[in-house]
């Protein structure tokens, strides 16, 4: 069987003309932001492990367990969290665990965790009693 292309191209072609053209057409700004926030989120996982294990820091059962499950939902589902209200939209962790994350990577990276500004403080400041 002959093929028509001079070059002896017999691979079928779409009716855009290209193979390549066809993938980028389907991929909708909003899937590309999608999938670019869901390798920043693996990457981000994969940063937190690996910095802990250079310095040595040991984590604890919870922390290690949710780096393992967020990386395991980021890659079979493509984010992490089910409820559309917890994170923003195209976005692959919660605020809740994005937050966590950070406070993981800090624990690696050996820096303090920022206990919040009113923590020891009873949240009020009282009266005082001298009239």
């Known amino acids: 069987m002959r093929s028509s292309s001079p070059k002896g191209d017999s691979a079928p072609k779409s009716a855009s003309g290209s193979l390549k053209n066809d993938k980028a057409q389907k991929d909708s700004p909003y899937e590309a932001a999608k999938k670019a926030a869901q390798r920043s989120a693996l990457n981000a996982l ?10 040595g ?14 990386s395991d939902r980021v890659k079979t589902y493509g984010r992490a969290f089910a ?3 917890k994170g923003a939209p195209g976005q692959s962790l919660s605020a809740m665990q994005a937050r966590k994350l950070k406070e993981i990577a800090k624990k690696a990276k050996g820096e303090s965790r ?12 009282r009266r005082s009693d001298e009239g």
Request: hydrophobic fraction near 30%; avoid cysteine.
């Open 46 to 55: 994969k940063r937190a492990r690996r910095a802990a294990d250079k310095a």
């Open 57 to 70: 820091v040991q984590l604890s059962d919870w922390e290690d367990e949710f780096l393992g499950s967020v």
């Open 83 to 85: 409820d559309p209200e």
């Open 114 to 125: 920022n206990p919040s500004p009113l923590a020891g403080e009873g949240g009020r400041r």
